[in-house]
């Protein structure tokens, strides 16, 4: 029962939460510009739950957790720079994450002592 837990299903949880802080920086930057964004998934495939929220967005977690998307419509109309920030957003999204997650972790744990 560890083995499953330890190798299985919390490496899952945990690439579900890096997609999803990716993800939601693409998301936020383009509700940001006011870009539709009409399906915000964590994974892909079949929906196994979702939503739909008040701006129209389905927020869905599908069968396949190995990657995720935000759709944008009618991304090819929107501004260069628009793109690009919205394209930057989710990498710098994981960059920040990380470093809060660190800052916590230091904070709860202290500094390795060698």
């Known amino acids: 029962m560890d ?3 330890n190798y299985i299903v919390l490496p899952i949880i945990i690439l579900g939460v890096v997609i999803f802080v990716h993800e939601l920086g693409h998301f936020l930057v383009a509700r940001y510009f006011k870009i539709k ?3 915000f998934s964590v994974g892909f495939g079949r929906e196994i739950f979702g939503y739909t929220d008040k701006h129209g ?7 396949f957790p190995l ?3 935000v759709s944008i419509a009618d991304h090819d109309k929107d501004p260069l720079y628009q793109r690009t ?5 989710g990498p710098f999204a994981n960059i920040v994450f990380s470093i809060l997650l660190l800052i916590v972790i230091g904070l709860c744990y202290g500094t390795p002592k060698i």
């Open 57 to 63: 967005t389905r927020w869905k977690l599908s069968i």
């Open 3 to 5: 083995f499953v837990l």
């Open 37 to 39: 964004t009409p399906v």
């Open 67 to 69: 990657g995720g998307y």
């Open 85 to 89: 920030w919205v394209a930057l957003a």
